[in-house]
């Protein structure tokens, strides 16, 4: 089971960046998938979460700004970033969790894809 996220960079203040999470091993289409992240110094934070009905949740910091979508037949997870902030720098892992749409606990986690915002 594996979940590879990608599409991270640097961008500028103000720019947008679409991650993307490819689950393989297994089909995750009937769990929620998350997105989190991880900022130098800090503890990683939740962001955002899908259910299979396309059920949305998400961390006050990026509502508004972040959306989150996913592709069933393809396995795929998506984070639209836009109007990106100096805080959004991170690394950002999706997971997947076989618990409850509002469970605090993921079961899988990918490998992290770095984002970098400058001002």
């Known amino acids: 089971v594996q979940l590879q996220a990608f599409g991270g960079g640097s961008v500028q203040a103000g720019g947008s960046l679409r991650l993307s999470c490819a689950a393989s091993?297994?089909?995750?289409?009937?769990?929620?998938m998350g997105w989190f992240r991880q900022a130098p110094g800090k503890e990683r934070e939740f962001v955002a979460v899908i259910r299979w009905r396309a059920d949305t949740r998400y961390a006050d910091s990026v509502t508004g700004r972040f959306t989150i979508s996913r592709d069933n037949a393809n396995n795929m997870v998506y984070l639209q970033m836009n109007d990106l902030k100096p805080e959004d720098t991170a690394i950002y892992y999706c997971a997947a969790t076989t618990r409850s749409y509002y469970s605090s606990t993921y079961d899988y986690w990918g490998q992290g894809t770095l984002v970098t915002v400058s001002s």
């Open positions: 091993g297994r089909s995750f289409s009937n769990y929620p």
